[in-house]
């Protein structure tokens, strides 16, 4: 895709990623000369009209939100067999990964979130507009801390598609409502449940419930409660974990009645948070229920009486302090009360576990994933980062690398077709089409080319073709005309074999190499008589052959019919 123009505006320049329905790109809108990220439908989701239309429409009716936290959608449409979607380009990472390496966030950063997150909800549900797929990967955090939401519309697209929704709740159900995994429709009270967890996962680092399967998963947010945030994390306010436990209610009416007020209570205990506890007044603003931080105060003596405490007390800590070290250092009593973490990114589990072991903390690995710097199976993340100093005992979390996504295309060029094939799919990628050709220089069943060439980068799973040898090619007894036909006098012999000579002219309109295929249809079948790249303008002939008393043959420039001819025994040739 990349230098193709869709839809005659947008210029592909990058790839960013692949999602669960879409590859994005980064791309310049040839219009009005900005950049947008473009979303292209991908082809298996495509080659379902209904469905492809349905993304359409929804994306068309998501275009009229327009909130500074949402991601503003300029034109949804398709060109062709490519389905599209042009929206606002944000340079940033999404809310998963930002939760992966720095969870649990501070208290204040995950209200301000989840504010920003709350206030793009409110706007959408003033227009009717249910997200209903509220997620961390679809929340962008651009590269000047901007929270922005996608993907509205989707989940309703994919509602009318049930084997298209049940795949989809593998990604989603850890942040399902109980209504929505009982197959209900989504509402805004389910939007403020996936907020619930949402704003959970970034003060613990862990979501309310986790399972082996996403069966089990939805049957615990139907049943069970969720362990309160404060049990993961102390460090969370009350008042904070009351907004949590709120918006996590099993039946949607014991939620908040509306976004609107949960946005009143998490700006409520946002600007307590900010407020030190000796300067709060009753002027401040009232949340739905009570807010109560967690933190103890009494009310001080005078200032004298106070000094002499701290004094005393410092004195007594300074000297169990020097009493502790002493015994650690004649009596080897004790441990050190933190560790530092050691380097463990390029190793593998069992390398890290020793080195885990050896500084005095455990390891918890958190998944497997692509990575194109570290090779399978070594460690490309730690959280905490190496060299920080953290309690002994402390848990470190860890990811996997997968390896990288791309390989390149082995060179199988006059192998044979079986060897040729083994060697494709050992390196990760698939055999596609083949078509056959003459060669002088080939041996017959070797390969003559392949496509994409060797060498080139491609993402695993991805289809190599090839073109195998038919050995050297039969001289032609005709060799004159676009088409020759051969002699069509005397009698019928439905054996007998003709050859016919084609001559293709390859569009000079077409943006790089141009497949040629020709097809030959005869009383034995269909088959491929011809499939090669040629670059835009050549001219080429082709000797093909047909038997019977009827042959058709066809002409393709990329898989698009240019000519049709058919060769009658009885009528001669005829062009369509």
């Given at each position: 895709?990349?230098?193709?123009?869709?839809?005659?505006?947008?210029?592909?320049?990058?790839?960013?990623?692949?999602?669960?329905?879409?590859?994005?790109?980064?791309?310049?809108?040839?219009?009005?000369?900005?950049?947008?990220?473009?979303?292209?439908?991908?082809?298996?989701?495509?080659?379902?009209?209904?469905?492809?239309?349905?993304?359409?429409?929804?994306?068309?009716?998501?275009?009229?939100?327009?909130?500074?936290?949402?991601?503003?959608?300029?034109?949804?449409?398709?060109?062709?067999?490519?389905?599209?979607?042009?929206?606002?380009?944000?340079?940033?990472?999404?809310?998963?990964?930002?939760?992966?390496?720095?969870?649990?966030?501070?208290?204040a950063l995950a209200v301000d979130m989840a504010i920003a997150i709350a206030e793009a909800l409110d706007s959408a549900h003033h227009q009717t507009i249910t997200h209903g797929d509220l997620r961390p990967k679809n929340v962008i955090v651009s590269s000047d801390s901007q929270v922005k939401l996608t993907d509205f519309g989707m989940a309703a697209a994919v509602s009318l598609f049930p084997n298209i929704q049940t795949n989809c709740v593998l990604r989603s159900v850890h942040y399902m409502s109980p209504e929505v995994a009982?197959?209900?429709?989504?509402?805004?009270?389910?939007?403020?449940?996936?907020?619930?967890?949402?704003?959970?996962?970034?003060?613990?680092?862990?979501?309310?419930?986790?399972?082996?399967?996403?069966?089990?998963?939805?049957?615990?947010?139907?049943?069970?409660?969720?362990?309160?945030?404060?049990?993961?994390?102390?460090?969370?306010?009350?008042?904070?974990?009351?907004?949590?436990?709120?918006?996590?209610?099993?039946?949607?009416?014991?939620?908040?009645?509306?976004?609107?007020?949960?946005?009143?209570?998490?700006?409520?205990?946002?600007?307590?948070?900010?407020?030190?506890?000796?300067?709060?007044?009753?002027?401040?603003?009232?949340?739905?229920?009570?807010?109560?931080l967690g933190v103890e105060h009494k009310d001080t003596p005078g200032f004298l009486s106070g000094a002499l405490k701290i004094g005393f007390v410092l004195f007594a800590a300074g000297l169990v302090g020097l009493v502790l070290m002493i015994l650690y250092l004649f009596f080897g009593l004790g441990s050190p009360a933190e560790v530092a973490i050691p380097l463990m990114l390029g190793k593998t589990q069992t390398e890290a576990e020793t080195l885990a072991r050896e500084a005095g903390v455990s390891l918890t690995p958190v998944g497997e994933e692509v990575n194109e710097e570290y090779p399978p199976g070594q460690i490309y993340l730690t959280v905490p980062e190496a060299g920080m100093r953290v309690k002994r005992g402390q848990t470190v979390k860890i990811w996997i690398s997968r390896g990288s996504r791309f390989v390149r295309a082995p060179d199988v060029a006059e192998m044979t077709e079986d060897k040729a094939r083994t060697e494709i799919t050992d390196s990760g990628l698939i055999v596609g089409s083949s078509a056959r050709a003459y060669s002088e220089t080939v041996p017959l069943g070797s390969v003559v080319k392949q496509s994409p060439a060797p060498g080139t980068q491609l993402e695993r799973g991805q289809p190599v073709k090839l073109t195998v040898s038919m050995g050297p090619e039969p001289k032609p007894e005709t060799v004159t005309g676009e088409i020759t036909p051969p002699d069509s006098t005397g009698a019928y012999d439905p054996g007998e074999q003709r050859e016919f000579k084609v001559t293709v002219k390859v569009p000079t309109d077409g943006n790089g190499p141009q497949t040629v295929r020709i097809t030959v249809e005869d009383d034995i079948g269909e088959s491929v008589a011809y499939e090669q790249e040629h670059e835009p303008g050549d001219v080429f002939d082709q000797v093909v052959t047909g038997s019977g008393q009827i042959v058709t043959i066809r002409t393709f420039v990329n898989d698009n019919l240019i000519r049709t001819y058919i060769f009658d025994k009885a009528k001669g040739a005829q062009r369509r």
């Open positions: 895709m990349i230098g193709q123009v869709v839809n005659y505006r947008y210029e592909i320049l990058e790839k960013c990623g692949d999602g669960n329905f879409f590859t994005v790109y980064k791309a310049r809108d040839k219009v009005l000369n900005r950049l947008v990220a473009v979303k292209i439908l991908l082809p298996h989701y495509a080659a379902n009209r209904d469905f492809a239309e349905r993304v359409i429409a929804e994306a068309q009716a998501a275009s009229g939100l327009s909130h500074q936290n949402i991601a503003k959608v300029y034109e949804a449409d398709h060109q062709d067999d490519t389905y599209f979607i042009a929206l606002e380009y944000i340079r940033g990472l999404n809310l998963k990964d930002r939760v992966r390496r720095l969870a649990p966030f501070s208290p009982e197959g209900k429709v989504a509402r805004p009270a389910s939007d403020i449940y996936s907020l619930g967890v949402i704003l959970y996962e970034m003060l613990t680092g862990a979501v309310p419930f986790d399972g082996d399967t996403a069966i089990a998963v939805a049957l615990r947010h139907a049943k069970d409660p969720p362990p309160p945030p404060r049990s993961l994390n102390a460090g969370v306010p009350k008042a904070v974990e009351s907004i949590v436990l709120k918006a996590l209610a099993k039946a949607p009416e014991a939620r908040y009645r509306n976004v609107q007020e949960m946005l009143q209570d998490l700006r409520a205990v946002r600007q307590q948070l900010d407020a030190p506890v000796s300067t709060r007044t009753q002027d401040e603003p009232e949340m739905t229920e009570a807010i109560d």
